[in-house]
């Protein structure tokens, strides 16, 4: 049944995925907890909100295959991208009440994002509070959808404060969050403190994620800071660490490190391009 599905989902036949998983409950070999997850995530990805609610209640409220939080996230996720916070909620609330485990740092990220989106910021600082009085950690990105969300209301003051908060907290943190500044200051034509925040983040010398550095990446080369897009993009392939193993996939996990040395060769022509631009 696995390698089934596997090939359903790589084409992109849900409709034909969904199908096989539901059949498969009343077999000996019923459907894992991760295969159930990855179809209910292609659909929501795939924005089949409702489909992807009803594989959930099918799964493991009809067939009582045991979720895990993953599999509670992504209909925490679908409800709230619906604009049903509320429903939402009340899932997290049957999961502190009901389930084994905690809700995880993406289930706060997903409740904070749909609360704002609802013109509910109150609440979705609430909820920030009830995640770190439950003894969870400071989240990034469970902070930066609130900065995010105060700036847009052009309260740079409470954005600010939680900024400091969060750099209280950790003393490591996502460098997306300078990345909501700079896009803000940089829209109100304030450059100086887009970059001064960007260099600030610098000077922390954070070992960052290739996704946050692509964030950071395209809001430089979008404000046309070529230079310091170079200067980044320069420094991601001096600090990439190739894969320490191989996979089934012995040819792709090869193909790093050729890239890496492709774009060393090539980044003369690359800069020289980008300037004609």
């Known amino acids: 049944m696995g390698p089934r599905l596997s090939l359903h989902n790589r084409a992109g036949d849900l409709e034909a995925a969904s199908a096989i998983a539901r059949h498969a409950v009343f077999s000996v070999t019923r459907p894992t ?62 999961v502190l009440a009901n389930a084994p485990f905690s809700p995880s740092p993406v289930t706060y990220r997903h409740l904070t994002k749909g609360l704002i989106q609802a013109g509910r910021i109150s609440e979705a600082v609430d909820l920030l509070r009830e995640m770190l009085t439950k003894g969870h950690g400071a989240d990034s990105l469970v902070y930066n959808n609130l900065i995010s969300g105060f700036i847009e209301l052009e309260n740079l003051e409470k954005a600010n404060e939680l900024f400091d908060e969060l750099k209280e907290r950790c003393l490591v943190y996502d460098g997306v969050v300078n990345s909501t500044f700079m896009e803000w200051f940089f829209k109100k034509g304030r450059d100086k403190e887009a970059m001064e925040s960007y260099r600030s983040l610098l000077e922390r010398q954070f070992r960052m994620t290739p996704a946050t550095c692509n964030v950071l990446l395209e809001c430089l080369l979008k404000h046309a800071r070529k230079t310091e897009a170079w200067a980044l993009f320069d420094h991601m392939l001096d600090n990439h660490t190739p894969p320490n193993f191989q996979a089934v996939n012995s040819d792709t996990s090869k193909l790093g490190p050729c890239l890496i040395l492709c774009f060393r060769k090539l980044r003369p022509c690359l800069k020289n391009c980008a300037r004609s631009l």
């Open 33 to 94: 907890v991760f295969t159930c997850n990855a179809i209910i995530a292609d659909m929501y990805r795939s924005k089949w909100y409702e489909e992807a609610i009803a594989l959930f209640h099918f799964f493991f409220n009809q067939f009582n295959i045991v979720p895990n939080i993953v599999s509670y996230n992504n209909v925490i996720n679908t409800h709230c991208d619906e604009g049903r916070v509320d429903v939402a909620l009340e899932v997290y609330r049957h």
